[in-house]
C-alpha cells in the first residue's frame, strides 16, 4: 500500500486577528503546521504535499524538509478544490494499486494522534473503501453531518446547506479522510459548487463513492480533541493546554515527579532521567535534556540545556543555551546566558550572571556577580559582586582565572586579565594587570580617618517674606 498525504493549508484564519498565516502560528513552542507534519512523517508516507494559500511565501520559508511538496492554491475555492491543486505533486496517480491511499489532513488541526490514523488507514485499505474519521458531538453546529441509511454512510451534508432532520445528526465530518488515489482525480474533477456556500466540497465525493459502488467506511479517534481545529485565540489557548497535558501526562507516566502537571509548559522536548522533580511554574523550551536525579524548583525557565546527574536548580532561575554539570547548585535567581559550561560541584548563587563562560569543578559564585567572557579553573571563590569587565565599548575581552583563586568581595576585574593559579585578589580592588600565582594582590586606597571633621549643621532657614 502506498500512502499520499495531503495538508490542507490555504486558508486565511481571519479570526485570528493576526498577519501571521493562521498554520504557523505556535501550539506547545511548535507552528501548528509542523505538528501536522510530524504527525504525517510518523504515518511514513511516500509524499506529503502541502497546500498554502493565504501567507503561503511565508508558510514555505517557515516549513522545511526535503520530503514536503508545496502546491500553491489562489483563490481558495473549498476543500475539494484545495485538494485538486495537489493532484500534479502526486505523480503516478494512473498506475495505482488498489489498496493505494491519500490522505487529506488539516495544518489547522494539530493534535491528532498517529494511532487514530493508523486505524483509519487500516480500515479503508483492507475494504478499498473511502475512509471517514468521525466524531461524536453533543453540539455538531457548524460541522457536515454524516448522512448514514441502514447503518452505511452515504453522504456528508454541510451544516449550511443541511435540513432540520439533518442538522439533529450528532455524528460529524472531522475533515480528515482516506481516499483510494485511484479514484482521486476522477471524483475531484465531478465536483461542482452548487451549493449554500458556492464553493467545491470535498466532502461531495462521498456520494460519488457509493455511487461507483466503492465501499465508504468511518472510523473514530481515541480522543475528540484529536480532531479540534483552531480558527481562533480562544481555540488555540484551549488546545496549547490539552497539549501541555498531554506532554505532562507523558513525563508522570514514565516517572518524573511534577509538583503539578498543570502548571509546567514545555515548548519543544523535554527529556527527564530518573527521579526528577520539577515544581511549579516551570517553562521548558528549545531541547532541554535533564540527568537523573535532578531538583527544578519553581517558576524557572530552561530553554536549550543539558543538566547532568544530581544538580538542584532553585526557584526563578533563567537558564539558556548552556551545560551544567553534575551536582552543581543553581540559583535561586541565577541567570546563566548562552555559552556557560559549568563543570561539576559548581555553586552559581543568588543574582548570579554568567555568559560564556566556562567554569571548573567545585567553583563558586555565590552572591551578585557577573562572570562573562571568562575562564575560570577549579576551586575558584568568586566574592559577593565581582565583576568582570570584558567589555571596552567596542570589543569583548577574556578573563582568565585559574585554579584556587581567592576572588575578595566586590571586585573588578578589566579583561583581558589573567589571575594565576592560588593569587588571592583583597576586596574591593580593580585587577587590571596580572595578578601572580600564590600572592596577594589588591589595589585600594588607604583608609583614613580625619579627626578635625565636623558633622554639617543645618543652615537656619531665611525669614519669610511679609
Ligand atoms: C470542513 C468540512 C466539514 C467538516 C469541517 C471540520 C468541507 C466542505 N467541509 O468544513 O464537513 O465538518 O471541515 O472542521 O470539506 N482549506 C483550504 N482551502 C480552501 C478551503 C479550506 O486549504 O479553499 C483548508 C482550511 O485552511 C482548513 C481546512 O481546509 O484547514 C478546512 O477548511 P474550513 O473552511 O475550516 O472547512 P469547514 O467549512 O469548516
Ligand atoms: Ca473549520
Redesign the pocket.
Known sequence: MSLNIVI????QGKRMNSALPKVLHPLAGRPLLAHVIATARALHPERIVV?D?HGGDAVRAATQGSDLQFAR?EP????G??VMQALPALAEIVTVGQADLTLVL???VPLTRPASLQALIAAASAQHALGILTVHLPDPT???RIVREAGQVTR?V?HKDASAAERAIVE????IMAIPTGHLAGWLGRLSNGNAQG?Y???DIVAMAVADGVPVIATQPGAVWETL?V?SKIQLAELERVAQRNTADALLEQGTTLADPARIDVRGMLSCGRDVSIDVGCVFEGDVVLGNDIVIGPNCVLKNVHVRAGTVINAFSHIEDAEIGAFCRIGPYARIRPGTVLDEHVHIGNFVETKNAQIGAGSKANHLSYVGDSTVGKSVNIGAGTITCNYDGVNKHRTVIEDGVFVGSDSTLVAPVTLRAGAYIGAGSTITREAPAGKLTLTRAKQATIDAWKPPVKKPKDEPKT
Open positions: 490542507l493549508a490555504a486558508g497546500v494559500g492554491q481558495q475555492l473549498g476543500t478544490h484545495a488539516y495544518g489547522d457548524g460541522y457536515g456528508i454541510e460529524v465530518n472531522t475533515g464553493e466540497y470535498l466532502t481545529g480558527n
